[in-house]
């Protein structure tokens, strides 16, 4: 069973393995509240999840740490582990999805792990672990619902309210729910008047719905850029501890995830994986009642793909009005392409890229498709720039 002394406890064994993280004041992600960012981004591994894992490992008895110990994750559970084994000298099995970021699987390597991909998604790789744990009789374990993990999870709840202790909200992003139930089952037993919100991919609500149903089912399929928080079923435990002690959970979708990618980076110089920034995508659009209130929003991680990166922003870009494409329907005739960039110049746009079309088979014989790429400042200017250029006689398509 959970209780306050159990994190405690984990807290204490821990002090010589994690560092507490930061707890950064950001005033510019939604003005109308005062924003705290608790960054687990910056944690050992870049991510909370080596608490709960070495938290557990180090509770195994010395027959069970001498077969190993076998593990299934997206990437952060899988580091943690991996980690968390080669501090206790004992080996590791970890099945990652074969969809994962190449740099997570990299990192789990790096630190002593054996790796086995699975073909698919958590789940996938969930029940491959299953299979391998009976084969081998390696100790399981599990990257949310397990009470010794959770409590792991929940050290972060206890210093946050060391860090702020007169806090009236925290926000948490969600998968399987070990992350949020620790801290939440933390911070309600000791502030009971502290809210704690939680946060999901629209693409994988799978927390959002067990709870508005009042009972666990399994999504038949999950698809978001936040790959740490994809997972199709939640945890019994989890459940219910979510049930107890989270006053709601909210969704956000892959383009406010990606905006909040976006101004982490801009305002607070800090890189977070998806997962790890809905819990400020909530925030910066007004998802949850934050108004006038002291908040934390929990950045869980910061393991990112660099190669998706760059899509990321470029998405964050456009969801903000700072990077927006044009068609523009022309004649055929010179001096034509002077006109539109004239325009666009006098109006402070800044042209990246032009493509001249001349074979669209929706167009007049004498036409021409010009599209155009540019940044911008923001929608209102994305507008100032096409009414300008539709006074100016050109046909937008």
Known sequence: ?????????????????????????????????????????????????????????????????????????????????????????????????????????????????EVCLVEGAYDDAYQKALSLQEETGRTFIHPFDDEAVIAGQGTIGLEILDQLPDLDAVVVPVGGGGLISGVAFAIKSLNPNCKVYGVQASGAPS???????????????????????????????????????????????????????????????????????????????????????????????????????????TRGLQKAGRYADLTIELIDKPGQLRGVSKIIANHGGNVVSINHDRADLNMDINSCFLRISMETRNHEHVEQIKQALTEAGYRLI
Do not use: W
Request: with cysteine; glycine share 6%; proline share 3%.
């Open 1 to 113: 069973m959970l209780t306050l002394d159990k994190i405690y406890h984990a807290s204490y064994v821990l002090k010589s393995v994690i560092r507490p993280t930061d707890l950064i004041y950001a005033p510019h992600i939604n003005p109308d509240s005062q924003i705290y960012l608790k960054t687990e981004n910056l944690q050992v591994t870049g991510s909370f999840k080596v608490r709960g894992a070495y938290y557990k490992i180090s509770q195994l008895t010395e027959e069970e740490k001498a077969k190993g110990v076998i593990a299934c994750s997206a990437g952060n559970h899988a580091q943690g582990v991996a980690l968390a084994a080669a501090k206790n000298e004992i080996s590791s099995l970890i099945c990652i999805p074969d969809g994962a970021p190449i740099s997570k699987v990299e990192a789990t390597k790096s630190y002593g792990a």
């Open 207 to 313: 927390m959002q719905q067990a709870l508005a149903h009042h009972e666990i089912e399994e999504l038949a399929f999950v698809k978001t850029i936040a790959d740490g928080i994809a997972v199709k079923k939640p945890g019994n435990h989890t459940f219910e501890l979510c049930n107890t002690y989270v006053d709601e959970i909210v969704t956000v979708t892959d383009d406010e995830i990606a905006t909040a990618i976006l101004t982490l980076i801009e305002q607070q110089k800090l890189i977070a994986e998806g997962a790890g920034a809905v819990s400020v995508a909530a925030v910066l659009f007004n998802k949850i009642p934050i108004k006038g209130k002291k908040v934390v929003c929990l950045i869980s991680g910061g393991n990112i793909d660099v190669t998706i990166l760059s899509r990321v922003i």
